[in-house]
């Protein structure tokens, strides 16, 4: 029996699976709630079937990626927040929600290593992880990074500037190290001609080389541009001109091999070159471990009766 017991424990353990092996800046996580009152009645009532055969049927669910992302979030799926108590749609208390952990790696062709070696990892318990690819372009991988960095940025405050600034560099530099830092906290970001490297960190400082302070400038002014006139950066408010000229001051577009000509064609090339350098594919792990467990209870009560 001490044996049988020791085996199970030793399995639920090899099946532990966490995400410390890619930096943070490349994971997004969003929790996503079902209703399973709806679900349930969807089936046995709409669709007349069993409660056996629904608890079939939904064992084999897994929400897509549109209703993560909000895109086409639909019944019986929703957003939970701290005032919601019952579900949206049939107003069900809360023992009926069933939630969805989906994390989204934007990968970087620096830790492909780490992600193909989790990814072996998470094959291994198939019915807690659903594992797959949305195949996507730089463009829209950059795209939708700079949409979920703007929703969380106050921009009538200059108290975004830092934390963006941390997340540009960590866009084309992902490591532990530079996670460790942000942890450590980032008081400010300053350039330097001096490293060796395109960062480095010391006592709340962030230090950056040219190439990474022109990215800095160019994604703050990308996400604060439409805001009010010009663009809200590290170097104050500045307009393309203003931007470009000191892009140029400071070695940045001769580093990416820009030549500087028309204003927006060399904002279009300098773009194109910072999306370039950035994460190359998109992997999505849905743990469904809190939707299984509950769909289960659930399905057990309605036996009982």
């Known amino acids: 029996m001490a044996e049988t017991r020791s085996s199970s424990a030793a399995a639920r353990k090899k099946t532990e699976v966490n995400f410390e092996s890619i930096p943070r800046s490349l994971v997004f996580e969003v929790t996503l709630t079902l209703c399973l009152k709806c679900a349930f009645d969807f089936f046995t009532k709409q669709l007349k079937?069993?409660?056996?055969?629904a608890f079939s049927e939904l064992k084999k669910h897994v929400p897509e990626e549109s209703d993560f992302t909000g895109t086409g979030t639909s019944r019986p799926h929703f957003f939970e927040g701290p005032d919601?108590?019952?579900c949206p749609y049939c107003n069900a208390p809360k023992r009926w929600f069933a939630r969805f952990r989906a994390l989204r790696i934007d990968s970087h062709p620096s830790i492909e290593k780490e992600r193909k070696k989790l990814w072996t990892a998470l094959k291994k318990d198939p019915e807690r992880f659903?594992?797959?690819?949305?195949?996507?372009?730089?463009?829209?991988?950059?795209?939708?990074w700079l949409d979920r960095l703007k929703r969380r940025s106050n921009l009538d405050t200059d108290e975004w500037l830092i934390p963006v600034a941390v997340e540009?560099?960590?866009?084309?530099?992902?490591?532990?190290?530079l996670d460790s830092a942000v942890r450590a906290g980032v008081r400010r970001v300053q350039i330097s001609r001096q490293l060796d490297a395109d960062w480095n960190y010391s006592d709340g400082w962030l230090f950056v080389?040219?190439?990474a302070y022109g990215d800095i400038l160019l994604i703050q002014y990308l996400l604060s541009r439409s805001?009010?006139?010009?663009g809200r950066t590290l170097e104050g408010r500045l307009t393309l001109q203003?931007?470009?000229?000191?892009l140029k001051r400071i070695g940045y577009l001769d580093a990416r091999g820009i030549e500087f000509s028309d204003l927006y064609q060399t904002l279009e090339e300098s773009v194109e070159k910072l999306v370039a350098s950035g994460p190359t594919a998109v992997y999505y792990a849905v743990d469904r471990?809190?939707?299984?467990?509950?769909?289960?209870?659930?399905?057990?009560?309605?036996?009982?009766?």
């Open 289 to 305: 471990s809190d939707y299984m467990k509950q769909l289960k209870t659930v399905y057990d009560k309605k036996r009982e009766k």
């Open 168 to 177: 540009a560099v960590h866009r084309k530099h992902p490591s532990a190290e």
């Open 130 to 144: 659903v594992i797959w690819t949305h195949p996507k372009n730089n463009t829209e991988i950059f795209s939708e």
């Open 227 to 230: 805001h009010l006139h010009g």
């Open 209 to 211: 080389a040219p190439e």
């Open 84 to 86: 919601i108590d019952h």
């Open 49 to 53: 079937l069993a409660p056996r055969t």
């Open 242 to 246: 203003e931007l470009m000229s000191k």
